[in-house]
């Protein structure tokens, strides 16, 4: 048999964080870019709403014309749905009706 270089093995001992390192934040498991990335994160949300809020604001207008479309379109749904039911107990009362023929 061919001998062939061993691998060493793994000695290093794992490391746990306390809870109080995590709840402070200073637990070693974070790696720095990740607090980096998260409060790069945190900016960004907060610029989108501020930004949101200012054009909420400006355009009152806009969402009320867009929010009557919504409201017609949703009006003309719920009438259809309204036709289907009334359709479907018509249809329902009319099967209750030939059942009843049937058995007299």
Same mark, same amino acid.
């Given at each position: 048999m061919a001998r062939g270089k061993t691998k060493p093995k793994?000695?290093?001992?794992?490391? #746990?964080?306390?809870?109080?390192?995590i709840l402070a934040g200073?637990?070693? +498991?974070?790696?720095?870019? #990740?607090?980096?990335?998260?409060?790069?994160?945190?900016?960004?949300?907060?610029?989108?709403? +501020? #930004?949101?809020?200012?054009?909420?604001?400006?355009?009152?207008?806009?969402?009320?014309?867009?929010?009557?479309?919504?409201?017609?379109?949703l009006a003309l749904i719920r009438q259809e749905r309204e036709e289907a039911a009334k359709k479907r107990e018509e249809e329902k009362a009319v099967k209750e009706q030939r059942k009843a023929e049937a058995r007299k």
């Open positions: 793994r000695t290093g001992q794992r490391t #746990f964080s306390s809870i109080e390192e200073t637990s070693s +498991d974070r790696p720095s870019t #990740f607090t980096q990335r998260e409060a790069k994160y945190n900016e960004e949300e907060k610029s989108k709403r +501020d #930004f949101r809020q200012e054009s909420e604001e400006e355009s009152d207008n806009e969402t009320e014309q867009k929010h009557k479309g919504v409201q017609e379109r």
